[in-house]
C-alpha cells in the first residue's frame, strides 16, 4: 500500500517541525512524490546534507511504502 500524503508530511513535520512542505503526486498513484520542504534547519547545511535530513524522516518507509520521493530543500528568506 502507497504512504499517504498526510503520512508523508507527517513525518517530515515530526523531523523538521518548522518546516513548510509542498507535496506533488507526481504519477497519481500516491506512490511517486515529489516534495519541496523549506525549514530554517537547513541553514548552513549543503544540498545533499538537506536531503539526507529529509530521507532521514521518511526513514525505512523509503523504497517500501514510498516508492519514489523527488526532494527540494530550500531555507526561509
Not at 503526486?25 to 547545511?45: I, P, Q, R, Y
Not at 521518511?58 to 527540494?72: F, N, P, T, Y
Amino acid at each position: 500500500m502507497p504512504m499517504a500524503r498526510d503520512d508523508i508530511e507527517a513525518a517530515i513535520r515530526a523531523a523538521l517541525p518548522d518546516a513548510v512542505i509542498e507535496l506533488t503526486d507526481l504519477a497519481g498513484d500516491d506512490d511517486h512524490w515529489a516534495v519541496k520542504v523549506t525549514s530554517a534547519e537547513f541553514a548552513g547545511k549543503n544540498r545533499v546534507q538537506q536531503h539526507k535530513m529529509v530521507y532521514a524522516a521518511i526513514g525505512e518507509k523509503m523504497g517500501g511504502e514510498l516508492h519514489a520521493l523527488q526532494v527540494s530543500t530550500a531555507v526561509p528568506t
